[in-house]
């Protein structure tokens, strides 16, 4: 079993930042990739970044260029870094982990206010 924590959410400003993060703990060495997903109200969740074992990230279109995502594998963590904040980023940010199985984080609410 994999267990994933997120931290980090809150209330921030148009054009503000935030940054998010999720610590594994349990059987992480099954995780192929780890990454973040949001749903807001009334919406369907999605995909915002992942990133592989190898290092390999992908965003989805609407927060590139102003998210990124890391790891840190000494601290079995992932980064979500969070830049340029608009409204429509709000959410609850949910960490997600990959392998045989997938494994999600309980939500983290970030609000962003114009």
């Known amino acids: 079993q994999v267990q994933l924590v997120e931290s980090g959410g809150g209330l921030v400003q148009a054009g503000g930042s935030l940054r998010l993060s999720c610590a594994a703990s349990?059987?992480?060495?099954?995780?192929?990739?780890m990454g973040w997903h949001r749903q807001a109200p009334g919406k369907q969740r999605e995909l915002v970044a992942v990133i592989t074992s190898s290092g390999i990230t992908n965003y989805a279109d609407s927060v590139k260029g102003r998210f990124t995502i890391s790891r840190d594998n000494a601290k079995n963590t992932v980064y979500l870094q969070m830049n340029r904040l608009k409204p429509e980023d709000t959410a609850v940010y949910y960490c997600?982990?990959?392998?045989?199985?997938?494994?999600w984080g309980q939500g983290t609410q970030v609000t962003v206010s114009s």
């Open positions: 349990g059987s992480i060495f099954r995780l192929n990739a």
């Open positions: 997600w982990g990959s392998s045989a199985s997938n494994y």
